[in-house]
């Protein structure tokens, strides 16, 4: 009898490794009904050991539900995979089963379901063919899936309860529009949109009608809607008030506003305006203000056309003066303004008329606070320093000769003629300032070039004296000979001392031939006759060359002067040909209308 047991044991033993990795359908909804301890037990007495806590490769379930998936596999030893099982559990729903199995476990199953089933459908889907069973609440499906390079295929079993499924994508699409429309309520809410909010909060109570959150943000919309018509009301009567100067009653409804909306900050912004604006009214009465403070810009204004107006009428004089005057504006709570001159300071009377005229040819703004007319005064200082002289000045290119008493002036000076032939110049500077504002106009009142090409005649009296007249005294022949534009070489007498030298130095080796050539007609020893001779001959040769040099260079000299007067008439032709001639009777001559503003 024990032996029989024995048998018996073993043989289950036998079978239970051979088939344990089968599972029935009964097994399959024991799974999916069931939660995961109880699952993992069933398992585990199956042979099944846990694999993996990740999505399957393939889940075969479309609806976009996110599970959390636990696998389970069956193999014997040291061979591969019989058997593989995965759970996919989401709370509130039960779980989805999926099973890889023999290809005879399958077909076995398949026929169960076939025979126990109502509802039968097959299709075809990317390598896959998808037989679905129903019963009222469970749907299995058999799928044969075709492996990708490979003759082999994978059978699959799924199982999910699909009422509960579907019950449960119907209460997310709920929850998803009613969160949008809360989350669109809410946006509105913080613009402060409130009908807008009001129309969201009131589709999200559509949709799930027995929330509260809905219901109670309606309510405080439509207090705030009261609350908002009232505010509003009283602030548009308020506005009114202040507009018309009602400045008592507009301060009371500014406040009955603040009460209805404690946080809102145009009231109280209105209520500090009120209480400044009743503060100013009561100095209004005694206060004389500043006119720079209230009426700033038409204070600027003022100044800006006095001070250009004096500029304009006053910018051609050529008088020494300074004036100082103060400019006096008055006004009064009636609007009334009066301008006046005080404390006039003039050395020039004329000067002060002017400024006097141009002061009243033109009223300030009166001065006003909250659109009312104050009582203010503003004072404008005006100095003007008017200085005229006429300066000699000698241009030879860059370099100016000025009188050292006018040596403050060379800035001016230089300016003027920085573009200017060569030569002397008379220069007016008219030295204008109003309120240490420059606007002088200095001007070229005379011109008159070195010397012409006649100057070469003082050339062919003396040498170097022809470059003396056509250069100012700045240069010389030998300086442009030699390329020197500064030193000894670049002044006149340096021609005439080269000059004279060349035929001085010439005039003694012709001396000095003429004595030898003396000594060689006394002498009567034949052996000095020779040397005499030869001496008196190198001294006569040396003599012509040194004073033919000379000559030359005086020739040169002579040339160079009259080209160098040539030159400077041309660039004066075309000098005068920019300006015209006037008539300056503060200095009794004739002068260039050439000016240049600094």
């Known amino acids: 009898m024990k032996k029989l047991f024995y048998c018996i044991t073993f043989y289950f033993a036998i079978v239970n490794t051979l088939y344990g990795q089968n599972l029935s359908l009964n097994d399959l909804l024991y799974l999916q009904k069931n939660n995961l301890s109880s699952d993992k037990e069933f398992l585990t007495n199956k042979n099944y050991k846990f694999s993996s806590s990740n999505e399957p490769a393939k889940s075969f379930f479309e609806n976009n539900i996110s599970y959390s998936w636990a696998g389970w596999s069956f193999s014997k030893d040291d061979e591969k995979v019989k058997g593989l099982l995965y ?43 998808i037989s679905s069973y129903r019963n009222k609440s469970i749907q299995i499906n058999f799928i044969i899936s075709a492996k990708e390079y490979s ?47 009001k129309k969201y909060f009131q589709q999200a109570l559509q949709i799930k009608p027995s929330e509260n959150y809905p219901n109670e943000k309606i309510s405080e919309i439509e207090d705030l809607i009261v609350k908002n018509e009232k505010y509003n009301s009283l602030i548009k009567v308020a506005d009114m008030n202040f507009s018309s100067k009602q400045f008592r009653d507009a301060k009371e409804l500014y406040e009955d506003a603040l009460s209805v909306k404690p946080s809102e900050n145009y009231p109280k912004t209105k209520i500090y305006e009120i209480n400044k604006i009743i503060t100013f009214l009561e100095d209004r009465k005694t206060k004389i203000y500043d006119y720079k403070e209230t009426n700033r810009t038409d204070f600027d204004n003022y100044e800006f056309f006095v001070i250009s107006e004096i500029k304009n009428q006053l910018r051609n004089e050529t008088v020494d003066a300074t004036v100082n005057i103060k400019i006096v504006i008055n006004t009064d709570t009636s609007g009334k303004v009066i301008v006046r001159v005080e404390n006039i300071s003039a050395t020039n009377q004329k000067f002060a008329d002017k400024i006097n005229s141009i002061t009243n040819s033109k009223i300030p703004k009166a001065a006003s606070l909250y659109e009312y007319f104050v009582s203010a005064k503003g004072e404008l200082n005006i100095n003007l320093q008017f200085e005229n002289k006429e300066i000699k000045v000698k241009k030879y290119y860059d370099e100016l000769k000025i009188s050292n008493r006018y040596s403050n002036f060379s800035y001016e000076a230089k300016s003027l003629v920085s573009n200017t032939p060569n030569g002397y110049y008379k220069i007016g500077i008219h030295k204008k300032s109003i309120n240490n504002s420059d606007f002088s106009n200095h001007k070229l009142n005379s ?40 030193g000894f070489l670049n002044s006149p007498l340096a021609t005439t001392l080269t000059v004279y030298g060349l035929i001085g130095v010439g005039a003694y080796y012709k001396m000095l031939s003429n004595q030898e050539y003396d000594k060689y007609l006394k002498a009567t020893n034949p052996y000095d006759i020779e040397p005499y001779y030869k001496r008196a001959n190198q001294y006569h040769h040396t003599a012509i060359i040194v004073a033919g040099t000379g000559v030359l260079l005086w020739t040169a000299d002579i040339i160079w002067v009259a080209v160098k007067g040539h030159q400077n008439k041309k660039e004066t032709r075309d000098f005068r040909k920019q300006f015209s001639f006037n008539y300056n009777p503060q200095f009794n001559s004739v002068s260039f209308g050439y000016s240049q503003k600094f």
Do not use: W
Request: glycine content about 8%; hydrophobic content about 30%.
């Open 87 to 129: 759970l996919g559990m989401k709370d509130s729903l039960e779980n989805v089963v999926i099973y890889q199995t023999s290809e005879n476990n399958f077909n076995s199953l398949e026929k169960i379901a076939k025979s126990n089933s109502k509802n039968h459908n097959t299709l075809t889907d990317n390598n896959k063919i």
């Open 151 to 197: 003759t082999r295929e994978a059978y699959f079993i799924t199982l999910e309860n699909y009422v509960n499924t579907e019950q449960y994508l119907s209460k997310t699409k709920i929850d998803e529009e009613y969160n949008t429309q809360i989350e669109n309520g809410n946006t509105s809410f913080n613009s402060n949109n409130l009908n807008e909010a």
């Open 447 to 486: 011109y008159r070039t070195f010397g012409g090409m006649s100057s070469a005649i003082l050339s062919v009296i003396i040498p170097g004296l022809g470059d003396a007249v056509v250069t100012g005294g700045k240069g010389s022949f030998m300086g442009s000979l030699t390329k020197r534009n500064v």
